[in-house]
């Protein structure tokens, strides 16, 4: 016999309105914490594939759009554009690198991407087996690539055009898997790399000769050398087909849109763990009414003040632990499905289910506030008149 | 073991003062006070286990002027000292009859005699109901059940408010000589609070409460 054992068998009492209280205060809790989680996933995604990169140049367009095909390969390009015009840009003075980058086909829905060694390097991408690319049609295969397709070294494969599709399928040109990197958790995880030639040459037609002054590629990425850059930039390009985007601003702006949904979403998460907390005060507060005698014998056979509130406070703080607990559990699973959706729709791996920081908080908070709403009947149950209360039965 | 001298007591300063007579139960002892409804049985039972304190007089147990206890203190003396038998049987709901046993000891920080506590049930005829909810058993049952609990930890005095009110005479026989039992092989004082008049014969050492009012 314990304190808990009977604040946890006065709670089975009443099994509705104890349930009730759980499912209220778990899907309040969970509702925030699957945000927090989101939140955190989303600007973990930005801020590792946006590292260093202070411009994205690519074909005029939505700004946003460039910066989500660019930077994180969920959308498609709005172009292409010329590689002297690019070039130009590149060896701008104020620009201290650049990063081609040209795509357009992909394998079994995994974009294939047409860049130089510093793209891989940029990002930190470690070779797990073979070499880089150097030929034509050589390809070094993303982490997430080989675990998803099977690709390993020495692997043959066409690839389909464009981003999605797997139907057009270039079945004359072969590329050859001379690589795989380890996971660097950022977007080359999730892409096929191979130089720019090769994209060139899946695309030219047979015998068709291109002069190289007309040669496309889908956008460079920017590092600057002078913050004057943001400002120079634009003007360079002003009479071409081209446009800069700033990754930073742009995904300050979605995440501002973003935000409008997710403070909606969590208000009315912070409205149910209010409504939640409300059932946990009735809860005990009817306990309370309904078990006056109950409590009045305690102090009957020995226990103190403090223990009768004791128990109705465990009362409480056990609701409260199993609904967050609850809660975060709910969040977790919630989470999981969304990563499937995330992973299947934009190959991003979201699946990690760590408690975060502000989680604890959330967790502390939501007991805390659990003990303070059986706290308020706690403070009744001292104040219980014991002879009077066995008299009136 | 137990002594009252002088008591007076009053709900509220607007309320009439009830005075009780002198009594003494000496350890092992047994006491019947007698009474009508409203003389004030349940008010001096509520006194003598320190649940009310009283206007005037001096109530000691074992020595111990109630008075002088206070809080937690005097929670702890009466949790050790008495087991109370109340008018309606009064239980946790959500625990068992045998659980319900353990409380005493477990509010004492004592260990729980199950065996112990299943021979009472035993001897009470319910020990079928030990690991029944108490509002799954008859009101005699009840009864039997609370006897059960005012004992288990061997108390040295055992009150018992209108233990027979419920029961028949059959019933009141058994139960009463159960008490009684009980209460002389823990050597244990018993006072039992009664209208029951067939309870009258049992006791030489009774009292008879009067309504009274200055």
Redesign the interface.
């Known amino acids: 016999m314990s304190w808990f054992y009977m604040a946890w068998r006065n709670l089975g009492l009443k099994k509705l309105q104890t349930t009730l209280s759980l499912i209220l205060l778990a899907f309040g809790v969970g509702l925030v914490s699957l945000l927090m989680l989101t939140e955190k996933q989303l600007s973990d995604t930005f801020d590792r594939n946006i590292q260093d990169i202070d411009l994205v140049l690519g074909a005029k367009g939505s700004p946003l759009q460039l910066i989500l095909a660019n930077v994180y390969h969920v959308d498609a390009p709005t172009g292409n554009i010329r590689l002297v015009d690019a070039q130009k840009v590149i060896r701008h003075p104020y620009i201290e690198e650049g990063i081609p980058l040209a795509y357009g086909d992909n394998y079994r829905g995994f974009r294939i991407v047409g860049s130089d060694e510093s793209y891989l390097e940029h990002y930190g991408a470690a070779l797990e087996n073979g070499s880089i690319n150097k030929a034509p049609f050589e390809v070094v295969v993303g982490h997430k690539v080989a675990e998803t397709t099977g690709l390993k070294v020495g692997d043959t494969f066409f690839s389909a055009h464009g981003l999605q599709d797997e139907t057009d399928v270039h079945t004359d040109k072969t590329f050859t898997v001379v690589g795989v990197l380890a996971e660097s958790r950022s977007v080359v995880d999730q892409l096929l790399h191979c130089t720019i030639e090769t994209i060139w040459a899946v695309h030219d037609g047979p015998g068709e000769i291109i002069d190289e002054s007309e040669r496309e590629i889908t956008a460079v990425l920017l590092k600057k050398r002078n913050p004057l850059a943001v400002l120079t930039i634009p003007n360079v390009i002003r009479e071409t087909n081209m446009q800069v985007a700033l990754p930073a601003i742009e995904i300050n702006r979605l995440t501002q849109n973003f935000g409008i949904g997710m403070n909606t979403l969590r208000a009315i998460a912070l409205l149910i763990m209010l409504i939640s907390f409300a059932s946990i005060f009735i809860s005990v507060y009817d306990n309370l009414l309904a078990r006056k005698y109950e409590l009045a014998l305690l102090r009957t056979m020995g226990s103190s003040r403090r223990g009768v509130f004791l128990l109705l406070l465990l009362e409480g703080g056990l609701l409260s632990f199993g609904g967050a607990t609850l809660g975060l559990i709910f969040s977790r699973i919630g989470l999981l499905v969304l990563a499937q959706l995330i992973q299947d729709k934009f190959r991003y791996d979201w699946s990690s289910i760590g408690l975060l920081h502000s989680e604890w908080m959330l967790f502390g908070m939501a007991i805390f506030v659990g003990l303070m709403a059986a706290a308020i009947p706690g403070i009744s149950a001292l104040k219980i008149d014991i002879s009077r209360t066995l008299s009136e039965k | 073991m137990i002594a009252c001298n002088d008591i007076a007591f009053q709900y509220h300063t607007d309320s009439p003062v009830l005075s009780f007579p002198n009594l003494d139960c000496s350890k092992g002892g047994k006491l019947l006070l007698l009474g009508n409804s409203g003389c004030g049985k349940?008010?001096l039972l509520?006194l003598m286990?320190g649940?009310?304190r009283p206007r005037q007089g001096k109530i000691e147990v074992q020595g111990q002027d109630l008075a002088a206890l206070k809080?937690?203190d005097l929670?702890?003396f009466?949790?050790?000292h008495?087991g109370?038998i109340?008018q309606?049987s009064?239980?946790?709901?959500?625990?068992s009859v045998l659980?319900n046993l353990?409380?005493?000891?477990?509010?004492?920080g004592q260990s729980?005699p199950k065996t112990k506590a299943l021979e009472l049930l035993e001897s009470l005829g319910i020990s079928h109901k030990a690991q029944a909810k108490p509002q799954a058993l008859s009101v005699g049952e009840q009864q039997r059940a609370s006897i059960a609990r005012a004992l288990i930890h061997q108390p040295s005095i055992v009150l018992a408010d209108e233990p027979t009110s419920a029961l028949d005479d059959d019933s009141t026989a058994a139960v009463i000589s159960l008490l009684e039992e009980q209460c002389a092989f823990a050597g244990a004082s018993l006072i039992v609070v009664t209208h029951d008049q067939r309870l009258k014969s049992r006791y030489n050492n009774r009292v008879e409460l009067k309504p009274s009012a200055s």
């Open positions: 349940t008010t509520h286990c649940l009310l809080g937690k929670d702890r009466r949790g050790e008495f109370i109340f309606q009064h239980f946790i709901q959500s625990l659980e353990a409380v005493p000891h477990f509010l004492l729980f």
